[in-house]
Each structure stands twice: as structure tokens, then as C-alpha cells.
């Protein structure tokens, strides 16, 4: 029998929609790509973003401090921590259903609440970088920096959003329990929304103000878990160079030499394809055999087996 490729999948925001109701929807398609890949013989590990869920559920925290003044504000990695369950509880149930309607009911799912380690001494702290919440016009947005002391930047033309900290991913601390769960047989949700940012302190671990980048995050997990792909999907089928210019050129095969002379020219923008980049290019140098795949999550399968996406390599 033939070992079956173990494969990190992150999943972007498309797979994921911005409301309660778009979730529930969005994770039944999600489920149907995910069980295609185990279909094809691979071994999944589910990593997320929660761009808009964490902004949602801190925005109701904030909302509940006007109710209640005797209510305490509820710190952003306690946000993150909510999010992860109630994402990984909408992807739990899409996926076991799934599973049940193709006859496999043999894998077990689970979500694992995730606590990453960041560097307190991160410059990501001194610079707010990473977007969260939904997007808002410029009105919307100056209210929400006078009212809530929010930092809030306009997002590629789409409309302005809060930034905040992004500290690089530096050590997944239920890593062992996560390895165990895989190794098991499990189907594994792990690291959302980037994992819970938290800072150690003795034998304390406390939360930081902080969003982790999910593609960085994605790329240390599959690092540590020896995967023999990295799939980070996003809202096209393929990295581009020059991308929205008369030179747009679509990528299908990058060495990790090409992407980082790409990345040096600045063809990726900050916040958007750039980190999804950095991480594929990070995972495929990583160990020889690792490849790394950007695509979109209707074309994971075909990715998989190299009829689309961009596939990076050493």
C-alpha cells in the first residue's frame, strides 16, 4: 500500500465567508474539496484564517462593554481563541457529514484550540500590519479609530480595515498533542486563525495583542509535522508576477531561487499574496521532497496532482 501524502491545507477566507450564514454554507463546499484530496490518498491537516470572524467577535465583545460598563474588555487573543471554536465547529460537523455521505466514516475529526508562541521583542508590535474585521468606507473608518483607538488602513482598493500586530509564529505549543491526534488517523483542525498569539513568561503563557499571519503559521505546522505538501488556498487559481498589468504571467512552476528573486522585485502585495508566498517558498527550502502549492480550493485535487496552481519546489 502506498503512503499516503500528508498534506497541510490552509484555508483562506472564500472558504470560509464573512457571516455566521455564509459559514455555514461556505464549509459545505470547503468539506467536499477536503474529502476529494482524502479520495486521492492523502492524509489532511486543516489549518484557517479568521480575518473577518475575529473582527466580528471582538466587535461584540466591545459591544458588550457599552452594555455592561462593569463588563472588562476581552483581550484580542481571547477573540482568537473563540473564533477558532466556533470555526472549527461549523468545519467539524460539514466534514463528518461529508465523510458519512462517501462511505468514510472511519476518520475521526477534531479541533485543537491552538496556542502559538510569539516573541515579545517582535517588531510586528511597533508596526500593525495585519488586517482583521470587515471591510469599511472612509467614514466608517475615522469613527472607528476616534471611538475604539483602532489603527485602520485601506486594503488593496477594497476599503479600509483594523490592522494589528502580526508577530512571526515561533513555536505551536499543543504541537505534541497535534502530532499524536495526526499520527492517529485523525482529521486535525489546527492553528486558527494563525493559532492564539501568546507570549511566555516563566512557566506562564500570556495572550498578546496580536493576529499571527495563518500562512506563516500553516508553514511552521507543516514543518513539524514533516508534511509532504503545504496547500495554502486563496482567491485565484495561480501566483502572478505583474499581476493586473499588460505583463501579467501567471506561475506554475517556481523554484524557491525564482519566488525569492520575485519577492525582491515586489510582484506580491503586503497582506495579500506576498506572506502566501514567503510561506511556500519557506516550506519547499525547508527539506528536500517538500512541495508547496498556491490555488484555489475548487482546484486542490487538480493541484495535487499537478494539472494547476502555482508549485513551488526546491
Known amino acids: ?38 479520495e486521492e490518498g492523502c492524509e489532511i491537516v486543516i489549518t484557517h484564517g479568521n480575518g473577518p470572524q475575529v473582527g466580528m467577535v471582538n466587535n461584540a465583545m466591545i459591544a458588550l462593554t457599552h452594555e455592561n460598563p462593569k463588563q472588562p474588555n476581552t483581550p484580542l487573543s481571547v477573540c482568537v481563541a473563540m473564533s477558532q471554536a466556533y470555526i472549527g465547529y461549523d468545519l467539524q460537523n460539514a466534514l463528518r457529514e461529508e465523510l458519512l455521505n462517501r462511505n468514510m466514516p472511519e476518520i475521526p475529526v477534531a479541533t485543537m484550540i491552538t496556542q502559538i508562541r510569539v516573541d515579545e521583542n517582535d517588531p510586528a508590535f511597533q508596526s500593525p500590519s495585519k488586517p482583521i474585521g470587515e471591510f469599511v468606507d472612509a467614514q466608517q473608518a475615522k469613527a472607528m ?17 483594523r490592522v494589528v500586530a502580526s508577530p512571526k509564529p515561533v513555536e505551536i505549543i499543543e504541537i505534541g498533542t497535534i502530532r499524536t491526534m495526526v499520527d492517529a488517523g485523525n482529521l486535525v483542525i489546527a492553528c486558527g486563525g494563525g493559532g492564539i498569539p501568546v507570549i511566555r513568561q516563566g512557566n506562564h503563557l500570556k495572550g498578546a495583542s496580536a493576529v499571527i499571519d ?21 482567491a485565484v487559481e495561480k501566483a502572478a508576477i ?8 501567471w506561475l506554475s512552476d517556481v ?12 510582484h506580491f502585495a503586503a497582506g495579500s499574496m506576498l506572506p502566501k508566498v514567503q510561506a511556500a517558498t519557506d516550506f519547499a527550502a525547508s527539506r528536500p521532497g517538500r512541495t508547496a502549492l498556491i ?6 485535487r487538480d493541484a495535487i496532482q499537478g494539472k494547476t496552481g502555482t508549485m513551488f519546489h526546491a
Request: aromatic share 6%.
Open 295 to 300: 490555488t484555489l480550493l475548487e482546484k486542490s
Open 1 to 38: 500500500m502506498n503512503k499516503k501524502k500528508r498534506v497541510v491545507l490552509a484555508l483562506g477566507g472564500n472558504a470560509l465567508g464573512n457571516t455566521l450564514p455564509e459559514q455555514m454554507a461556505a464549509v459545505k463546499i470547503t468539506a467536499k474539496a477536503i474529502a476529494d484530496l482524502i
Open 242 to 249: 505583474h499581476f493586473g498589468t499588460d505583463k501579467e504571467q
Open 255 to 266: 523554484s524557491v531561487e525564482e519566488a525569492n528573486q520575485y519577492i525582491q522585485e515586489g
Open 145 to 161: 479609530e476616534e471611538k475604539y483607538h483602532y489603527i485602520m488602513k485601506e486594503d488593496s482598493g477594497r476599503g479600509y480595515r
Open 214 to 234: 495563518k500562512d506563516f503559521a500553516s508553514c511552521l505546522l507543516a514543518k513539524e509535522l514533516d508534511a509532504d505538501y503545504l496547500i495554502i488556498l486563496t
